[in-house]
C-alpha cells in the first residue's frame, strides 16, 4: 500500500509545557492501495507524547485502516 508521505517537525521547547501527558488523534486520509490498484480512505490514529531528551512534542502512528464511514 503507498501512503503520501508528508514532513512536519518537532519545534524545541525549552521545558516540558504543563500537561505533559500523551494523548491520541484520529485523521481521515485518501490513500493508494497497490494491491487493488485504487484508493481508499483510512483512518489514521497517532499517539502524541512528549519525548523529554528532545524537548519537543512527537507524533507516532499506532494504527491505520480502512474508515468504513463514508
Known sequence: ???GATH???LPVAASPAGD??????E???V???EQHT???RELVYEISWI???GAW???LRSSKVSKIK
Open 58 to 60: 512527537r507524533r507516532f
Open 39 to 41: 484508493g481508499e480512505e
Open 32 to 34: 493508494w492501495n497497490d
Open 52 to 54: 523529554p531528551e528532545l
Open 28 to 30: 481521515s486520509r485518501m
Open 21 to 26: 501527558h500523551a494523548h491520541w488523534e484520529i
Open 8 to 10: 512536519s517537525e518537532a
Open 1 to 3: 500500500m503507498y501512503e
